[in-house]
């Protein structure tokens, strides 16, 4: 059974430039979790990640480093403003199931932008490709689920 990981972490708003703090934290990754419940990081923290649950949460675009550093593309959400935006999550793999969260940041996405990614969230994975191919802004104010924009502002 597999739970969310939250990932509470400080991030600033591409949109309205204010703080949300990192117990504030409107970000997480479905099914990442090992835990009985859902589980909170922050920066620093180790934590176990058995493989399979890469697969319930994320979309695999590279295969996983035996070592090293793991990137992943999630959604976050704004506490300030309530626009919702991209994260780049990194991790440090220091054992087959040993993880350190690094940090997280907003971030554009783009071709470059995915470049070292080796995991996009499951849930958001059509947005993330789309949105990279086309090297666009965010655009989910809509329901992230997948529906059409209601009102397509360009
Ligand atoms: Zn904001």
């Given at each position: 059974?597999?739970?969310?990981?939250?990932f509470n972490v400080a991030m600033r708003?591409?949109?309205?430039?204010?703080?949300?703090?990192?117990?504030?934290s409107e970000m997480n990754s479905y099914g990442l979790s090992s835990e009985y419940g859902?589980?909170?990081?922050?920066p620093g923290d180790r934590?176990?990640?058995p493989e399979p649950n890469f697969d319930d949460a994320c979309l695999r675009v590279r295969p996983l480093p035996a070592r090293g550093l793991v990137h992943l593309i999630e959604l976050w959400t704004c506490k300030r403003c309530g626009r919702q935006d991209w994260a780049h999550i990194s991790l440090?793999?220091?054992g087959?199931?040993?993880?350190?969260?690094?940090g997280a940041e907003p971030t554009a996405l783009s071709a470059e932008a995915l470049a070292n990614v080796q995991l996009i969230?499951?849930?958001y994975a059509d947005d993330i490709l789309a949105e990279a191919e086309a090297g666009s802004m965010p655009n989910l104010e809509s329901h992230p689920q997948g529906l059409a924009p209601e009102g397509e502002s360009g």
């Open positions: 059974m597999s739970n969310a990981l939250w708003c591409r949109y309205c430039g204010r703080m949300t703090e990192a117990h504030e859902d589980e909170w990081r922050r934590l176990a990640i440090e793999r220091e087959d199931e040993a993880y350190r969260f690094i969230s499951r849930y």
